[in-house]
Protein backbone atom coordinates (compact mmCIF):
# COMPACT_ATOMS: atom_id res chain seq x y z
CA UNK A 1 0.00 0.00 0.00
CA UNK A 2 1.41 3.47 -1.23
CA UNK A 3 1.95 5.80 1.66
CA UNK A 4 -0.46 8.85 0.74
CA UNK A 5 -1.19 10.60 3.95
CA UNK A 6 0.77 13.81 4.77
CA UNK A 7 4.33 14.98 3.92
CA UNK A 8 7.37 12.80 5.27
CA UNK A 9 9.31 14.03 7.80
CA UNK A 10 13.24 13.75 7.86
CA UNK A 11 13.73 11.59 10.24
CA UNK A 12 11.52 9.05 9.14
CA UNK A 13 13.79 8.82 5.96
CA UNK A 14 16.54 8.64 8.56
CA UNK A 15 14.83 5.24 10.48
CA UNK A 16 14.73 3.95 6.91
CA UNK A 17 18.41 4.36 6.14
CA UNK A 18 19.50 3.36 9.43
CA UNK A 19 17.53 0.02 9.27
CA UNK A 20 17.97 -0.76 5.77
CA UNK A 21 21.38 -2.36 5.42
CA UNK A 22 23.67 -3.94 2.45
CA UNK A 23 21.06 -2.66 -0.34
CA UNK A 24 18.04 -4.19 1.12
CA UNK A 25 14.68 -2.58 0.76
CA UNK A 26 13.28 -4.64 3.41
CA UNK A 27 13.18 -4.22 7.27
CA UNK A 28 12.58 -7.50 8.96
CA UNK A 29 9.76 -8.23 11.59
CA UNK A 30 12.10 -8.61 14.65
CA UNK A 31 14.07 -5.49 14.14
CA UNK A 32 11.18 -3.71 13.31
CA UNK A 33 9.61 -4.50 16.97
CA UNK A 34 12.83 -3.61 18.14
CA UNK A 35 12.70 -0.10 17.04
CA UNK A 36 8.79 0.65 18.18
CA UNK A 37 9.77 -0.78 21.26
CA UNK A 38 11.98 1.65 22.07
CA UNK A 39 8.75 4.33 22.53
CA UNK A 40 7.84 2.92 25.58
CA UNK A 41 4.49 1.78 24.20
CA UNK A 42 3.26 -1.49 25.47
CA UNK A 43 4.19 -5.18 23.80
CA UNK A 44 0.15 -5.11 22.88
CA UNK A 45 0.51 -1.88 21.00
CA UNK A 46 3.27 -2.62 19.51
CA UNK A 47 2.19 -5.66 17.56
CA UNK A 48 -0.85 -3.57 16.63
CA UNK A 49 1.03 -0.94 15.12
CA UNK A 50 3.14 -4.07 13.02
CA UNK A 51 0.22 -5.19 11.94
CA UNK A 52 -1.55 -2.61 10.05
CA UNK A 53 2.53 -2.22 8.86
CA UNK A 54 3.05 -5.84 7.86
CA UNK A 55 -1.12 -6.02 6.82
CA UNK A 56 0.35 -8.85 4.11
CA UNK A 57 1.32 -10.80 6.09
CA UNK A 58 4.71 -11.34 4.84
CA UNK A 59 7.35 -10.99 7.54
CA UNK A 60 9.09 -7.91 7.17
CA UNK A 61 8.19 -4.21 5.85
CA UNK A 62 9.06 -1.95 3.13
CA UNK A 63 9.78 1.59 3.22
CA UNK A 64 5.43 2.74 2.87
CA UNK A 65 5.18 -0.30 5.69
CA UNK A 66 8.11 1.68 8.31
CA UNK A 67 6.55 5.15 7.44
CA UNK A 68 3.20 3.83 8.90
CA UNK A 69 4.50 2.28 12.14
CA UNK A 70 6.08 5.55 12.31
CA UNK A 71 3.50 7.31 11.76
CA UNK A 72 1.30 5.41 14.02
CA UNK A 73 3.54 4.99 17.01
CA UNK A 74 3.37 8.98 17.16
CA UNK A 75 0.05 8.81 17.52
CA UNK A 76 -0.58 6.01 20.16
CA UNK A 77 2.40 8.19 21.75
CA UNK A 78 0.00 10.97 22.13
CA UNK A 79 -2.55 8.53 23.56
CA UNK A 80 -4.84 7.94 20.44
CA UNK A 81 -5.96 4.79 19.41
CA UNK A 82 -3.63 2.37 16.61
CA UNK A 83 -6.30 3.16 13.64
CA UNK A 84 -4.84 3.93 10.43
CA UNK A 85 -7.98 6.20 9.40
CA UNK A 86 -6.05 9.21 11.83
CA UNK A 87 -3.22 9.46 9.22
CA UNK A 88 -5.91 10.74 7.06
CA UNK A 89 -6.14 13.82 8.78
CA UNK A 90 -2.58 14.54 7.95
CA UNK A 91 -3.01 15.16 4.46
CA UNK A 92 -1.12 18.07 3.27
CA UNK A 93 0.86 18.18 6.81
CA UNK A 94 3.83 16.84 8.06
CA UNK A 95 3.23 13.43 9.76
CA UNK A 96 3.99 13.24 13.18
CA UNK A 97 7.16 12.14 14.59
CA UNK A 98 7.60 9.09 17.31
CA UNK A 99 9.81 9.58 20.14
CA UNK A 100 12.24 6.39 19.90
CA UNK A 101 15.54 7.56 21.61
CA UNK A 102 18.61 6.07 20.23
CA UNK A 103 17.99 3.75 17.83
CA UNK A 104 21.65 3.22 16.50
CA UNK A 105 22.69 -0.27 18.06
CA UNK A 106 19.44 -1.61 16.28
CA UNK A 107 21.35 -1.39 13.05
CA UNK A 108 23.52 -4.04 14.14
CA UNK A 109 20.80 -6.09 15.18
CA UNK A 110 19.51 -5.55 12.02
CA UNK A 111 22.94 -6.49 10.29
CA UNK A 112 22.62 -9.63 12.71
CA UNK A 113 19.50 -10.86 11.37
CA UNK A 114 20.25 -10.02 7.80
CA UNK A 115 23.54 -12.39 8.46
CA UNK A 116 21.60 -15.04 9.87
CA UNK A 117 19.15 -15.03 6.47
CA UNK A 118 22.47 -14.63 4.31
CA UNK A 119 25.77 -16.42 5.60
CA UNK A 120 27.55 -14.85 2.56
CA UNK A 121 26.88 -11.54 4.57
CA UNK A 122 30.01 -10.77 7.29
CA UNK A 123 28.06 -7.62 8.34
CA UNK A 124 30.35 -6.56 11.12
CA UNK A 125 31.82 -2.94 10.93
CA UNK A 126 35.72 -1.93 12.50
CA UNK A 127 33.84 -0.64 15.69
CA UNK A 128 32.28 -4.06 16.47
CA UNK A 129 35.80 -5.97 15.54
CA UNK A 130 37.40 -3.85 18.24
CA UNK A 131 35.17 -4.08 20.65
CA UNK A 132 35.89 -7.98 20.59
CA UNK A 133 39.32 -7.88 22.29
CA UNK A 134 42.04 -5.33 22.91
CA UNK A 135 45.17 -7.77 24.33
CA UNK A 136 48.39 -5.75 25.43
CA UNK A 137 52.05 -7.58 25.22
CA UNK A 138 54.84 -6.48 27.33
CA UNK A 139 58.13 -7.25 27.61
CA UNK A 140 59.02 -9.63 30.96
CA UNK A 141 61.65 -7.78 32.91
CA UNK A 142 65.08 -9.96 33.78
CA UNK A 143 65.28 -10.82 36.70
CA UNK A 144 68.03 -9.07 38.52
CA UNK A 145 71.37 -11.63 38.24
CA UNK A 146 69.61 -14.02 36.05
CA UNK A 147 70.61 -13.83 32.13
CA UNK A 148 67.73 -15.60 30.26
CA UNK A 149 68.64 -17.08 26.78
CA UNK A 150 64.90 -15.90 25.31
CA UNK A 151 62.33 -13.49 26.31
CA UNK A 152 59.22 -14.08 27.87
CA UNK A 153 56.12 -11.81 27.14
CA UNK A 154 53.14 -10.88 29.75
CA UNK A 155 49.88 -11.14 27.64
CA UNK A 156 46.41 -9.35 28.49
CA UNK A 157 43.09 -9.85 27.05
CA UNK A 158 40.70 -7.44 28.37
CA UNK A 159 37.84 -10.16 27.00
CA UNK A 160 39.05 -13.18 29.19
CA UNK A 161 40.76 -10.59 32.23
CA UNK A 162 43.52 -13.19 32.15
CA UNK A 163 47.02 -12.00 31.88
CA UNK A 164 49.74 -15.12 30.93
CA UNK A 165 53.10 -15.79 29.90
CA UNK A 166 54.49 -17.15 26.87
CA UNK A 167 57.39 -17.46 24.78
CA UNK A 168 58.25 -17.18 21.17
CA UNK A 169 58.36 -20.83 20.29
CA UNK A 170 54.92 -20.86 22.20
CA UNK A 171 52.92 -18.84 19.54
CA UNK A 172 54.76 -20.66 17.02
CA UNK A 173 52.91 -23.34 17.51
CA UNK A 174 50.09 -21.44 18.37
CA UNK A 175 50.54 -20.41 14.52
CA UNK A 176 50.76 -23.84 13.43
CA UNK A 177 47.95 -25.03 14.96
CA UNK A 178 45.57 -21.80 13.48
CA UNK A 179 46.84 -22.31 10.30
CA UNK A 180 46.07 -26.48 9.92
CA UNK A 181 42.83 -25.65 11.77
CA UNK A 182 41.74 -22.97 9.14
CA UNK A 183 43.80 -23.43 6.13
CA UNK A 184 40.49 -20.63 4.21
CA UNK A 185 40.94 -18.13 6.64
CA UNK A 186 43.22 -15.18 7.74
CA UNK A 187 45.84 -16.17 9.71
CA UNK A 188 48.50 -13.91 10.48
CA UNK A 189 52.26 -14.10 10.01
CA UNK A 190 54.70 -14.24 13.04
CA UNK A 191 57.73 -12.14 13.42
CA UNK A 192 60.90 -13.50 12.89
CA UNK A 193 63.09 -15.87 15.18
CA UNK A 194 66.23 -13.70 16.30
CA UNK A 195 68.95 -15.58 17.12
CA UNK A 196 71.07 -14.62 20.75
CA UNK A 197 72.31 -11.17 20.41
CA UNK A 198 69.27 -9.76 19.06
CA UNK A 199 69.14 -5.93 19.81
CA UNK A 200 66.98 -3.68 21.80
CA UNK A 201 65.63 -2.17 18.65
CA UNK A 202 64.55 -6.14 17.54
CA UNK A 203 62.98 -6.87 20.57
CA UNK A 204 60.87 -3.75 20.81
CA UNK A 205 59.60 -4.28 16.85
CA UNK A 206 59.11 -8.07 17.89
CA UNK A 207 56.93 -7.02 20.99
CA UNK A 208 54.64 -4.83 18.70
CA UNK A 209 54.39 -7.46 15.86
CA UNK A 210 53.20 -10.41 18.39
CA UNK A 211 51.16 -7.97 19.71
CA UNK A 212 49.59 -7.15 16.45
CA UNK A 213 49.41 -10.52 15.72
CA UNK A 214 47.71 -11.49 18.27
CA UNK A 215 44.95 -8.84 18.37
CA UNK A 216 43.90 -9.85 14.88
CA UNK A 217 42.95 -13.60 15.92
CA UNK A 218 40.91 -12.02 19.04
CA UNK A 219 39.09 -9.45 16.40
CA UNK A 220 38.63 -12.58 13.68
CA UNK A 221 34.64 -13.61 14.21
CA UNK A 222 35.89 -17.29 13.58
CA UNK A 223 39.64 -17.76 15.04
CA UNK A 224 38.60 -15.53 18.41
CA UNK A 225 36.01 -18.05 19.37
CA UNK A 226 37.98 -21.41 18.31
CA UNK A 227 39.11 -23.47 21.19
CA UNK A 228 42.69 -23.53 20.48
CA UNK A 229 43.25 -19.61 20.75
CA UNK A 230 41.00 -19.28 23.77
CA UNK A 231 43.24 -22.12 25.79
CA UNK A 232 46.33 -20.37 24.78
CA UNK A 233 44.88 -17.03 25.51
CA UNK A 234 43.64 -18.27 29.29
CA UNK A 235 45.84 -21.00 30.43
CA UNK A 236 48.65 -20.49 32.53
CA UNK A 237 51.98 -22.50 33.32
CA UNK A 238 55.29 -23.32 31.62
CA UNK A 239 55.96 -24.95 28.32
CA UNK A 240 52.66 -24.03 26.52
CA UNK A 241 53.49 -25.00 22.91
CA UNK A 242 54.18 -28.24 24.04
CA UNK A 243 51.35 -28.56 25.72
CA UNK A 244 49.11 -26.86 23.22
CA UNK A 245 50.28 -29.45 20.32
CA UNK A 246 49.20 -32.17 22.84
CA UNK A 247 46.21 -30.90 23.91
CA UNK A 248 44.48 -30.56 20.12
CA UNK A 249 47.04 -32.84 18.38
CA UNK A 250 44.77 -33.89 14.95
CA UNK A 251 41.80 -31.49 15.58
CA UNK A 252 40.32 -31.55 12.03
CA UNK A 253 40.11 -28.57 10.07
CA UNK A 254 37.29 -25.60 9.76
CA UNK A 255 36.27 -28.19 7.07
CA UNK A 256 35.22 -31.06 8.89
CA UNK A 257 33.44 -29.27 11.62
CA UNK A 258 31.19 -26.49 10.10
CA UNK A 259 27.82 -26.91 9.93
CA UNK A 260 27.96 -24.61 6.51
CA UNK A 261 30.39 -27.08 5.17
CA UNK A 262 27.27 -29.07 3.66
CA UNK A 263 25.69 -26.48 2.03
CA UNK A 264 28.85 -24.72 0.52
CA UNK A 265 27.73 -25.07 -2.99
CA UNK A 266 24.43 -23.09 -1.89
CA UNK A 267 26.06 -19.96 -0.45
CA UNK A 268 28.62 -19.43 -3.32
CA UNK A 269 27.22 -17.52 -6.51
CA UNK A 270 27.96 -18.49 -10.12
CA UNK A 271 30.08 -15.50 -10.62
CA UNK A 272 32.11 -15.91 -7.31
CA UNK A 273 35.17 -16.22 -8.88
CA UNK A 274 34.57 -13.10 -11.28
CA UNK A 275 34.59 -11.12 -8.04
CA UNK A 276 36.86 -12.87 -6.20
CA UNK A 277 39.68 -11.99 -8.74
CA UNK A 278 38.75 -8.44 -8.88
CA UNK A 279 38.41 -7.81 -4.93
CA UNK A 280 41.63 -10.02 -4.84
CA UNK A 281 43.33 -7.14 -7.88
CA UNK A 282 42.07 -4.31 -6.05
CA UNK A 283 43.31 -5.58 -1.99
CA UNK A 284 46.73 -5.98 -3.68
CA UNK A 285 47.04 -2.92 -4.76
CA UNK A 286 45.90 -1.25 -1.50
CA UNK A 287 48.72 -2.82 0.13
CA UNK A 288 51.04 -2.05 -1.78
CA UNK A 289 50.37 1.40 -1.27
CA UNK A 290 49.82 0.96 2.41
CA UNK A 291 53.07 -0.47 2.50
CA UNK A 292 54.91 2.55 0.81
CA UNK A 293 53.43 4.72 2.94
CA UNK A 294 54.74 2.66 6.19
CA UNK A 295 57.72 3.19 4.48
CA UNK A 296 56.98 6.97 4.59
CA UNK A 297 55.61 7.20 7.98
CA UNK A 298 58.81 5.12 9.13
CA UNK A 299 61.23 7.30 7.61
CA UNK A 300 59.61 10.03 9.13
CA UNK A 301 60.34 8.93 12.19
CA UNK A 302 63.76 8.63 11.88
CA UNK A 303 63.56 12.08 10.63
CA UNK A 304 62.00 12.73 13.89
CA UNK A 305 64.99 11.29 15.97
CA UNK A 306 67.38 12.36 13.76
CA UNK A 307 66.36 15.72 14.66
CA UNK A 308 66.11 15.24 18.22
CA UNK A 309 69.63 14.07 17.95
CA UNK A 310 70.68 17.16 15.82
CA UNK A 311 68.88 19.71 18.32
CA UNK A 312 70.76 18.09 21.10
CA UNK A 313 74.07 18.30 19.61
CA UNK A 314 73.28 21.94 19.46
CA UNK A 315 72.86 22.61 23.08
CA UNK A 316 76.09 20.54 23.86
CA UNK A 317 77.90 22.33 20.96
CA UNK A 318 76.61 25.93 22.20
CA UNK A 319 77.46 24.55 25.89
CA UNK A 320 81.10 24.36 25.00
CA UNK A 321 81.05 27.01 23.66
CA UNK A 322 79.86 29.26 26.61
CA UNK A 323 81.75 27.03 28.65
CA UNK A 324 85.14 28.00 27.26
CA UNK A 325 87.96 29.41 29.06
CA UNK A 326 90.34 29.93 27.51
CA UNK A 327 91.77 33.85 28.44
CA UNK A 328 91.25 36.50 25.28
CA UNK A 329 92.96 39.57 25.70
CA UNK A 330 92.39 43.16 24.41
CA UNK A 331 95.00 41.96 21.70
CA UNK A 332 92.91 39.68 20.05
CA UNK A 333 89.40 41.83 21.02
CA UNK A 334 90.44 45.12 20.53
CA UNK A 335 87.33 47.03 21.97
CA UNK A 336 85.51 44.23 20.47
CA UNK A 337 82.72 42.42 23.01
CA UNK A 338 81.17 40.26 21.00
CA UNK A 339 82.62 37.34 22.33
CA UNK A 340 82.16 37.49 26.00
CA UNK A 341 78.52 38.35 24.94
CA UNK A 342 78.13 35.55 22.58
CA UNK A 343 79.42 33.04 25.56
CA UNK A 344 76.85 34.94 28.14
CA UNK A 345 73.76 33.97 25.70
CA UNK A 346 74.77 30.24 23.89
CA UNK A 347 74.06 29.32 27.92
CA UNK A 348 70.63 30.16 27.78
CA UNK A 349 69.92 29.58 24.21
CA UNK A 350 71.22 26.25 24.89
CA UNK A 351 68.41 25.12 26.75
CA UNK A 352 65.55 26.01 24.50
CA UNK A 353 67.24 23.22 22.32
CA UNK A 354 67.59 20.58 24.61
CA UNK A 355 63.60 21.53 24.84
CA UNK A 356 63.76 20.81 20.97
CA UNK A 357 65.16 17.89 21.41
CA UNK A 358 62.79 17.24 24.00
CA UNK A 359 59.78 17.98 22.52
CA UNK A 360 60.75 15.90 19.24
CA UNK A 361 62.10 12.97 21.30
CA UNK A 362 58.49 12.98 22.87
CA UNK A 363 56.85 12.50 19.87
CA UNK A 364 59.11 9.78 18.65
CA UNK A 365 58.29 7.73 21.20
CA UNK A 366 54.75 8.17 22.07
CA UNK A 367 54.53 5.69 18.90
CA UNK A 368 52.74 2.84 21.09
CA UNK A 369 49.43 4.20 18.83
CA UNK A 370 51.44 6.19 15.98
CA UNK A 371 49.87 6.25 12.42
CA UNK A 372 53.04 3.71 11.28
CA UNK A 373 51.60 1.24 14.04
CA UNK A 374 47.95 1.44 12.44
CA UNK A 375 48.94 0.94 9.19
CA UNK A 376 51.45 -1.97 10.22
CA UNK A 377 48.30 -3.44 11.22
CA UNK A 378 46.57 -3.27 8.04
CA UNK A 379 49.88 -4.43 6.49
CA UNK A 380 49.73 -8.08 8.50
CA UNK A 381 45.86 -8.23 7.83
CA UNK A 382 46.58 -7.71 4.11
CA UNK A 383 49.58 -9.84 4.11
CA UNK A 384 47.18 -12.41 5.99
CA UNK A 385 44.70 -12.31 2.89
CA UNK A 386 47.25 -12.47 0.30
CA UNK A 387 49.13 -15.69 1.88
CA UNK A 388 45.56 -17.05 1.93
CA UNK A 389 44.71 -16.12 -1.59
CA UNK A 390 48.09 -17.88 -2.39
CA UNK A 391 47.54 -20.70 -0.40
CA UNK A 392 43.86 -21.50 -2.43
CA UNK A 393 45.30 -20.96 -5.61
CA UNK A 394 48.60 -23.57 -5.22
CA UNK A 395 45.94 -25.60 -2.46
CA UNK A 396 42.81 -26.78 -2.63
CA UNK A 397 41.80 -25.55 -6.25
CA UNK A 398 45.08 -26.99 -7.64
CA UNK A 399 44.31 -30.76 -5.83
CA UNK A 400 40.96 -30.59 -7.62
CA UNK A 401 42.26 -29.85 -10.69
CA UNK A 402 44.30 -32.93 -10.45
CA UNK A 403 42.02 -35.27 -9.38
CA UNK A 404 39.84 -34.13 -12.29
CA UNK A 405 43.10 -34.89 -14.55
CA UNK A 406 43.53 -38.34 -12.43
CA UNK A 407 39.97 -39.14 -13.06
CA UNK A 408 40.07 -39.03 -16.74
CA UNK A 409 43.57 -40.93 -16.63
CA UNK A 410 41.14 -43.43 -14.86
CA UNK A 411 38.45 -43.54 -16.81
CA UNK A 412 40.22 -43.95 -20.40
CA UNK A 413 41.99 -46.74 -18.66
CA UNK A 414 38.72 -48.08 -18.52
CA UNK A 415 37.37 -48.03 -21.85
CA UNK A 416 40.72 -49.09 -23.38
CA UNK A 417 40.60 -52.33 -21.08
CA UNK A 418 36.61 -52.85 -22.20
CA UNK A 419 37.91 -52.55 -25.99
CA UNK A 420 41.24 -54.71 -25.44
CA UNK A 421 38.22 -57.48 -23.36
CA UNK A 422 40.60 -57.88 -20.45
CA UNK A 423 39.00 -60.09 -17.58
CA UNK A 424 36.29 -58.93 -15.55
CA UNK A 425 38.29 -58.90 -12.26
CA UNK A 426 40.21 -56.31 -14.27
CA UNK A 427 37.83 -53.87 -15.20
CA UNK A 428 35.80 -54.42 -11.60
CA UNK A 429 38.51 -52.84 -10.33
CA UNK A 430 39.22 -49.74 -12.36
CA UNK A 431 35.46 -49.51 -11.75
CA UNK A 432 35.74 -49.41 -8.19
CA UNK A 433 38.54 -46.70 -8.28
CA UNK A 434 36.31 -44.59 -10.63
CA UNK A 435 33.82 -44.69 -7.86
CA UNK A 436 36.55 -44.34 -5.40
CA UNK A 437 37.98 -41.17 -7.64
CA UNK A 438 34.44 -39.76 -7.93
CA UNK A 439 33.82 -39.49 -4.09
CA UNK A 440 37.36 -38.00 -3.86
CA UNK A 441 36.12 -35.11 -6.41
CA UNK A 442 33.02 -34.52 -4.76
CA UNK A 443 34.24 -34.05 -1.25
CA UNK A 444 36.77 -32.03 -3.20
CA UNK A 445 34.58 -29.83 -4.94
CA UNK A 446 32.37 -29.25 -1.65
CA UNK A 447 35.87 -28.25 -0.11
CA UNK A 448 36.59 -26.06 -3.18
CA UNK A 449 33.29 -24.09 -2.26
CA UNK A 450 33.28 -24.19 1.05
CA UNK A 451 37.10 -22.33 0.31
CA UNK A 452 35.42 -19.88 -1.72
CA UNK A 453 32.28 -18.97 0.68
CA UNK A 454 35.63 -18.70 3.13
CA UNK A 455 37.55 -16.23 0.98
CA UNK A 456 34.21 -14.14 0.68
CA UNK A 457 33.96 -13.57 4.27
CA UNK A 458 37.51 -12.77 4.24
CA UNK A 459 37.17 -10.74 1.93
CA UNK A 460 34.55 -8.75 3.56
CA UNK A 461 36.89 -8.94 6.61
CA UNK A 462 39.91 -6.71 5.27
CA UNK A 463 37.04 -3.90 3.61
CA UNK A 464 35.96 -4.33 7.44
CA UNK A 465 39.34 -3.27 8.47
CA UNK A 466 39.92 -0.31 5.92
CA UNK A 467 38.90 2.12 8.64
CA UNK A 468 42.14 1.07 9.64
CA UNK A 469 43.08 3.97 7.53
CA UNK A 470 40.92 6.11 8.45
CA UNK A 471 42.32 5.89 12.45
CA UNK A 472 46.23 6.08 10.50
CA UNK A 473 45.65 9.16 8.79
CA UNK A 474 43.31 11.04 11.29
CA UNK A 475 46.27 9.74 13.81
CA UNK A 476 49.33 11.43 11.64
CA UNK A 477 47.24 14.50 11.13
CA UNK A 478 46.92 14.96 15.11
CA UNK A 479 50.67 14.10 15.76
CA UNK A 480 51.81 16.59 13.41
CA UNK A 481 50.19 19.35 14.40
CA UNK A 482 50.93 19.10 18.35
CA UNK A 483 54.42 18.12 17.44
CA UNK A 484 54.32 21.45 15.18
CA UNK A 485 52.85 23.28 18.27
CA UNK A 486 55.16 22.58 21.19
CA UNK A 487 58.02 22.73 18.19
CA UNK A 488 56.74 25.98 17.28
CA UNK A 489 56.21 27.21 21.63
CA UNK A 490 60.09 26.14 21.74
CA UNK A 491 61.16 28.26 18.64
CA UNK A 492 59.15 31.21 19.81
CA UNK A 493 60.44 31.37 23.24
CA UNK A 494 64.48 31.10 21.54
CA UNK A 495 63.36 34.75 19.48
CA UNK A 496 64.41 36.85 22.52
CA UNK A 497 67.65 34.81 23.42
CA UNK A 498 68.59 34.78 20.07
CA UNK A 499 68.38 38.26 19.37
CA UNK A 500 69.78 39.24 22.73
CA UNK A 501 72.60 37.01 22.18
CA UNK A 502 75.45 39.91 21.39
CA UNK A 503 73.41 42.29 23.81
CA UNK A 504 75.63 43.31 26.93
CA UNK A 505 72.84 43.97 29.76
CA UNK A 506 73.52 47.90 29.52
CA UNK A 507 73.39 47.78 25.27
CA UNK A 508 70.33 48.19 23.37
CA UNK A 509 69.28 45.58 20.92
CA UNK A 510 69.99 46.81 17.26
CA UNK A 511 68.35 45.32 14.34
CA UNK A 512 69.92 42.38 12.19
CA UNK A 513 71.56 43.22 9.51
CA UNK A 514 73.35 41.04 6.61
CA UNK A 515 76.48 40.26 6.49
CA UNK A 516 77.61 40.73 2.96
Known sequence: MSMTYGTIPAFYR??????????????????????????????????????????????????????KALALTALAQQGKPVNEKLLEGFIGMELPKPDLGDITDVKAASIQVQKKKNPAILGLKYEQLVA???????????????????????????????????????????????????????VPKLPPKKAV???KEFIESRRRSLRRFLNI?????????????????TTKGSDIGVKLKDQFKGIPDEFMTSASASRAKELVSKDTQLHFSQARE??????????????????????????????????????????????????????NTNWTNLKQGFKGLSVHFEKASEAAAKQY???????????????????????????LESGVLKDHQHALQKMQQIKKRQIHAQARG???????????????????????????????????????LVHANLNILHVA???????????????????????????????????????????V
Open 197 to 199: GAS
Open 217 to 233: IARHPVLNSDKIFVWFM
Open 282 to 335: QLFKVHDSCYNLKEIMDRQGTRTLNYASDMLDVARQLNNLSNDKTPSSSWATGT
Open 422 to 460: QEHSAIDELESRIVQQENEISNMETRNFFSLHCAQLETQ
Open 473 to 515: LKTLVASQVIEHEDLTGVWQAMVSNAENLLSSPDQPVSPPVSP
Open 14 to 67: EVYQTLCTDGSSKIEKDVLQKVLTKSGLPVATVATIYESADSGHEGSVGRDGLY
Open 365 to 391: MADDDSSAEHLAYFLDVTSAYKDLCKR
Open 132 to 186: MDTISVDLVPEKKGILLKHNEYSIHSEKYKTTVHRRYKDFEALFDLLLARFPYRM
